[in-house]
């Protein structure tokens, strides 16, 4: 069998359930498939390309270096398939079936339920032609919220999985085919709890002294690109968690140490339940910004009279996050009473 007809999007959404399930048995019972059918794809898949994707020496679906190759390109190629089918729909309709939006921990969730609540109140226009006089109940696009960490907001957006990413660091590099926009920054305060022993250190406090108490960190969400970390010190003992409110918890409970967002801890601030105290190591604000996929003239050539493929749901998030009251919003309300948004 030749190699391009052997590299079907099939075959390469089962390379990606293997190595996701962590054996052919498990990929079988997701795929309502017997084992012995994707052993035998695979080695077929295998003969075809002439290389080893997995070693079954261990008894497990262990890929080889040909097979991390293959699942890496393979899930990009399928992204892209999935990104042409949604592009076609959105030249047909207007609006997109589906819009994905990644937003770090540090992004105000009562914000951006505020703005999904005014997208769902939206009443376009029924198309010229259509039957029937009454407005269509919201666009008729799914929205899909995920909550990402340092990278992986950035590589949501860059492998296909998002179409918005609010909260990407500001220094991120230009990239072809994205752009991006400033969003604001976020000032971080060293914080504990009351009956920390960091609480009572007079003056502000050193690495050496830090080195011995435990931090707390939240994981970067990245899986492929480089995790980052900020904040820890060599040797020093790590409680690693999820998500920011994770992380405001854990040291609500004196579980650890460590920089929080101000705005994300700032009632508990004000109610005493951290105390935040000064360190000698000086922490800038972070500046975040939001990134999206440029839009492209559908059609070969770019003819005259061709829509763009940024859909309307896109373009309705982009209206939203131009006005620097949202911008600022995203950034700053964690607490409080939810706000119309106009």
Excluded at 269 to 297: M, T
Aim: hydrophobic share 45%.
């Amino acid at each position: 069998m030749p190699a391009r007809s052997a590299l079907t999007p099939d075959a390469l959404a089962m390379m990606d359930t293997i190595a996701r399930t962590g054996s052919f048995a498990a990929a079988a019972r997701e795929l309502g498939k017997v084992p012995s059918a994707l052993t035998y794809s695979v080695r077929q898949l295998e003969d075809a390309l002439d290389v080893l994707l997995f070693d079954r020496r261990s008894g497990q679906a262990q890929l080889t270096a040909a097979g991390e190759e293959l699942l890496a390109e393979g899930r990009r190629l399928l992204a892209q398939l999935d990104a042409v089918a949604n592009r076609v729909r959105r030249v047909a309709t207007g609006w997109e079936t589906q819009l994905t939006v990644a937003a770090d921990g540090v992004i105000s969730r009562l914000t951006l339920f505020e703005l999904c609540e005014a997208f769902y109140a939206l009443r376009p226009k029924t198309p010229r032609g259509a039957k029937g006089d009454a407005a269509p109940a919201g666009p008729g696009t799914r929205l899909r919220l995920r909550t990402e960490v340092l990278n992986g907001t950035w590589e949501a957006l860059t492998s296909g999985q998002a179409d918005l990413a609010i909260g990407i660091k500001a220094e991120t590099p230009p990239t072809p085919g994205i752009e991006t926009r400033p969003l604001g920054t976020v000032e971080f305060v060293f914080a504990v709890a009351p009956h920390h022993p960091l609480a009572r250190y007079e003056g502000p406090i050193p690495d050496a002294e830090l080195l011995h108490h435990r931090a707390v960190a939240v994981a970067d969400s990245a899986q492929r690109l480089a995790p980052l970390t900020h904040n820890l010190l060599p040797g020093q003992e790590v409680f690693t968690v999820a998500t920011v409110q994770a992380k405001v918890e854990a040291q609500l409970r004196c579980l650890g140490c460590g920089f929080v967002p101000e705005p994300v801890a700032r009632e508990h601030i004000r109610a005493g339940h951290l105390v935040v105290k000064p360190v000698q190591r000086v922490r800038q604000p972070a500046a975040l910004g939001y990134a999206w996929r440029s839009a492209a003239v559908a059609g070969a050539g770019g003819a005259r009279g061709r829509r763009p493929t940024q859909g309307l749901a896109l373009q309705w998030w982009l209206q939203q996050l131009d006005s620097p009251a949202t911008r600022r919003a995203l950034l700053d309300r964690h607490c409080g009473l939810p706000q119309p948004v106009d």
